[in-house]
């Protein structure tokens, strides 16, 4: 037996997930990343003498859709607690975090792997804390700055059961949750900008039984590949530790991105006694039920049952649907073009190839884009319609994009673009092609049907791209009879 | 020195110059403050700054507000704009506060003069301000003796005549104490009636800011300018509050309780003396007085220590922000980053600020949190319901405020414990967030204490100010004005 087959791996996450808020958790500071350092800060969020937190409404409310969209239980009675520890990127030398009355608890995460297999994670908890600021170590000086913009910023940590049981099933479960925070509004997770960071506890068991091994927690990883990467280092440890008969001592553990290998934390941070205790400048609190509910009623369709949804009932390739849940406003895009074509593959076609085109050559975001969803709708129902012909159609979309006055019929009119489909002027292009290329039309005669494309190809460059390919196909045929008949 | 009320009411009709008044205000501090050292920055300019304002707004023909031209002292632990702000700590030298507290915000716009920050045991932790990194101050009465404290230098400036009111804050009597050791009135409002905005922490869960005053008209003039929600502070309370100046001043068929608890054995026999016949006044007065035999309060003997496991805990955590890295100078000398944190607490704060951090650290340690610091609630929560369930049959509960009087400097600094007792009678509502005013109640005849004050402390269920100011002055009205301390006796 190999370690890998002698050892499963039993990995539970706790994601620090930044709430998309405009302002700070606990006072009006503009929540923003990139600013110069320091210039998002006030008395309260520097901890000045006799500041008192006040709780943002917005940050409750993004909480709680991220909650729910992760199955959770919201507690309708919950508090604050203050989490004690010194670091000078921590103002106040407490986190306001929650302790025993998460916001919350006991949520079921469906996640889809990349076979399309369906799995779920049980969510223990999900609770809202402020973020530290941040230390800066500028390069050739032996000293360290402190930046407070990001003090105070409003986070979700949301903490998996031990329920996923490969490096797979962890980043298939990361990518889901990331999906959902962001089509429910939740959060941007942005891991570049710290949005989006993960802790991971891995232990190994005898494969085949339900014990619990030792753990350890590998702490501040801000990138998939890193996740990845500090995941399968973990569990080569820790399988040759136990191959070799020894034992995984519990600890925290950093990942180094460039031996790619983990290594244990040494020094104070381990052996944190963080004195929690409630917060007493923020009272309990009672998060409305009803309240609750009309923000369950406004939750959008969640991407893993949209995924769903698409690959069944829509009939679309998983590749398409996994492409359309990937951001909610391309999804929410191809809902409003399909339901005017009525035709989910051609349509989910169209945005996946030349809508993301004109976004990737204009650097501009979905919702900017002058060929909104009703004008790609006018679009695939002409090219459906045989008014003009796909690659007409692709021309057209470009010309859509500069021209959002004029219709897709009306520019093709315009463009000349209108396909060629009427017999007299096809069958005299037919002719023409056939009369120029002697020396293909015998090879095809000869037997090589496949040549039969390379004419077609013709007949539509001749009509630049004008003419009705199946109509053109169906007049070389009735023209040169089947191939080898010669 | 005229009342508050009387100041304001002729600086309204034009009778008085507020900058008039201000001066003869900084007149008074600086020929009695170097007798007392009542104030850490008296900041004269500030005073004549506000007092200008006041003029200029009377020019206008406007009404410059219920406090104009009052001068008002704020303990140094309440922030205001550009001033310092120590909390009579060394860690908090030279530092300014970049905002203004809630309080002062309220004094300021009803036309108050801001007349200096006075001296406090550092950050509001002690009860003589001999733990003040500043020096002590002395009681006007006895300059050998202590003002009481926390809030000692309010309670000072105040008995001195310097000032018709100044604010304190009480965590476990720090208001009512000094108040009742310098034979003036001082309120502790209900935990969440003002605004701790700007108030340096201390006990998050029970700090609280009220008025001293020469007369417990001016407490109740304060106290209904500073209460009140506040949006920065979510602990205040939103409902409706009733004046505690326009309620109707009168003892008559008030149901006062005397606890039995309040009349413990440490409680010295003349200061009892004084209490019972300001009791006597009381029923005089019409009001009804019962001694409630001992039993209704059960867990008020574990007040003390109950009460230090809570606000010490919340103490280990408020001040754990001054790290060294933004307040206090930095020692450069520490290698390592926990060396360094180390090196300014323990330089910089004093013995007993140390000693509270690590009791509160302690009775919050994983391992200790269950025994200490839960347990506390858990003792905290009781004396709330014993509290309660007194008040089902009194309107309020009345006895000594302190167990002794203003004692001498140096008599209890020694003894940590010994200086924990002042709070043996305060703590109580304290824990239970309820208001409690002290008034003065004649001088001690006889004994350690002779001649000193006493003061006569009514406590009323939570939200109640209104009564228990009303009641304040009711009692005022019976017995007369308080004695004067010799300080005062100049001005005739
Ligand atoms: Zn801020």
Redesign the interface.
Known sequence: MTTATRWEPVIGLEVHVHLATSSKMFCRCEARFGAPPNTLVCPVCTSQPGTLPVLNAEALRRGVLAGLALGCTIDPHTKFDRKNYFYPDLPKGYQISQFDRPLCRDGRFRYRMPDGADREATIVRAHLEEDSGKIIHPEGMDLSLVDLNRAGTPLLEIVSGPDLHSPEEAMAYLQELRRTLRAVGAGDCDMEKGGFRCDANVSLRPAGTETLGTRTETKNLNSFKFVAGALQAEIERQGAVLDGGGEVVQQTMAYDPVSGRTRPLRGKEDAHDYRYFPEPDLPEFRVDPAWVETLRASLPELPHDRHARYTGELGLSAGDADALVAERELGDYFEAAVAITGRPKETANWLLTEVLRLVNERKIALGELALGPERLAELVQLVDAGGVSVQAGRRLATEMEVRPDATAAALAEELDLVQVSDDGALRALVDEVVGQETDVVERYRGGNAGLLNALLGSVMKASRGKADPKAARELLLETLGPAGDG | MLSATAIAARVRSGEFDPQEVTEAAIRRLEARDPQVHAYLDPDLERARRCADAVAETLRRGEDPGRLAGVPVSLKD???VEGAT?T?GSRI?EG?R???T?HVAQRLLAEGAVLLGRTNLDEFAMGASTENSAYGPSRNPWDRDRVPGGSSGGSAAAVAAGIVPVALGSETGGSIRQPAALCGVTGFKPTYGAVS??????F???LDVIGPIACHAEDAALVHDVIAGHD?????TWTGERPSALTERADLEGLRIGIPEEFLDDAVDARVLERVSAAIAQLEEGGAITRVVPKGSLPSMHLAIPVYYLVAC??A??N???F?G??YGPAREEAAE??ER?AATRAGLFGPEVRRRILLG?FS???GY?DAW?KKALQVRRLILDEFRALFADYDLLAGPTSPFGAFKIGERSKDPYAMYLCDLLTAPACLAGLPSVSVPCGLARKGAYKGLPVGLSLTGPAGHDHKVLAAARAYEAVRGAPERSPLQEDEA
């Open positions: 632990n309440m922030a702000l909390a908090l530092y506060a970049p905002y507290s701790r905005h700007g108030l340096v922490a006990g998050s869960s949006p920065r502070d979510a602990t805990s919340e280990s955590s001040l754990a922000r790290d890295i933004r980053l926990h944190y650290t919050l340690s994983a949190a610091y």
